[in-house]
């Protein structure tokens, strides 16, 4: 090769590095695009058969309200992002899938923060069998001996894992990304969670989960945000709005804008099979009838707006939101959930609406919200005036079934009621009083209650407690016949708090085997979801006495008696479930203070490690509240008696006429010792 050729070659190779040299610097300096992270999820992502419901495809078409939420994590306007959603909407996978597409679209250390240890586990397993369905993930993720409980490795991030019950956790890394879930089940605050963003730029922070009683810490993420609601257009007349389950009460969309269907035209409330079938959604804009298969093409071309927006009818948002900031906040309820029906929820909801704790769980997992009990007390005259019924003092009600009674032992007295129940919770008062303790001197009989000079007179032990064999002998008359076609009623259940005499209480108790009279009292240990149980008793606490057979004592929720006792006395006085007193107990010479103590209290709430606790609270120290407590007890033993089933057809022995109550269940001291159950009445 001659010296001009060679020449030519050096300068043909030094040409190809630099132009090489020069797209390398073009394309560091050129900003990566970024791909969008929905659509990156629904081309590239596969649920798992053992996890998911509908495996295959992630698919957004019947979940378009996903989408939004998916973008939202990689737009710089919004530093937090709060979703508060039901149960079964998507809401886990929707999680699983932001893990598992960052370092994807977004490669940076993350955060996956739970309630508790277990939970994270669980969702650790789940985003892993996320990624191995996954083609796309499935060579990222490690073998099954290299994971662990500190993070879940995707090869291009890190995501570490945290619960609420570990500070260390979630105080010791830096992340871009923090998924907070069930927030609302966490024991404490979720700050730490926020301050594990602030070294990167643009960090962000979701908050996710769903409803849980009174809801404080999720709902007040959510109330502080911009307050956005999920818009479907209407079938019929094209005008975006809202899906609710609960009609307008007021203002220009009386009436509409929510499932109706649920009544007859008398506007008595239909059973809930035959309102499922019935049941249709009705425009909040002219009233347009909406039936469920119009449902899903309404969802899928849905749009969310703030609050204080509108959505036109080309879906395009209008007006100012009334709050503006970098928190981005969604609320979802099962009306939007593909697979539930406008007939779903108005079954669910005739099948809850007649407690408390059934129309908690109706807020909770069927519209997202959160729920408080209705009302404060009202007067005690006021509510002798709405709850007087047809019927005088000392009677029962042709509706009625049977009996309960409810006694709150007091040092030297004892006060009882006897209630009356019927189908679907419906109660008449039909007795009250209180014993009172004699006085004795040292064992020789009763005599006055003077002593002698500087002694105090003594009790008779357990006399008052002694006197309640009057009522268990005693029949009550019913005004006709019941429909078990009797005449008369007997007590069906006694219960009897021990919580302020339990050695007296026991005794008592033991000494009327057979379980037809029971030792209860306030258990604030009751599971979630329960509303009593039973434990066996093998000697006295406080004496040390050891009892012979064993004593049985059923622990009461008195909380969630209390507030369903509330709630139905100001229900709907034409609806079944009434909450009934004699028609004369303005009158009766102690009517005015049965009603002044069982109006003695009032709901409150209590904030506990971040959440709101709810707790009753005396209004005056000056008022007693043993009537009270009474018909709270009252209220239990009614609960056991049914099982918590509280429509007359299901009970056997309310399909037979017999001669007396209804069968009493084996006793729980027949269960063996040390044994303690948990009971569901729902």
Known sequence: MTVHGSILLLVSIMLTAFSQLVRAGVEAWTPATRPVRSAWCTEHLRLPSEFAAQPGRYELEDRAFLREILDAMDDPAYTEIVFVAVPQIGKTALLEAIVASQGEVDAAPMMLAGPDQPYCREERAKVYALCEASPALRDRVPPVRFRNDRWIDLEKCLVYLAWSGSRQRLSGRACKVVLCSEVDRWRHSVELAKQRVRAFYRGCVVFEGSPVGASPMLWQLYRDSDRRTFRVPCPVCGQFQELRFFPHKGGRYAG???????????????????????????????????????KRAMVRRGVWAPAGCQVNRRGRITGQAEIAGRRAGYQLNRLYAPTVSFGDAAEAWLQLRDSSDGVCSFFNDWLGLPYEPRGETPRWKDLGVRLAGLYPRGTIPAAAYFLACGVDCQLDRVYWIVRAWGDWKTSWLVDWGCFLRRLRDEGRGARDETRGEGQEPELLLADDLAQLDGLLTRRWPVLGENPLGLSALALRLMGIDRGYRPTDVDRFVRGHPGGRVRAVFGDARIAPGALYRITRLERNAKTGEVYPEGTTVWGIDTIAFKSEIADRWTADRTQPGVWWLPQDILEAPDGEDYLRQITAERRSFDQIRGRKQLRWEPISKALPNHYWDCEVYAAALADMVVGGQWRAAAWPWARRSEPDSPPIDEPAAARPPGEEDQFSAR
């Open 256 to 294: 509409r804008g929510g499932v109706a269907g649920l009544q007859d035209e008398n506007r008595t409330w239909l059973p809930a099979e035959e309102a499922r079938q019935a049941a249709y959604y009705v425009c909040e804009a002219n009233g347009c009838r909406i039936e469920s298969r119009e």
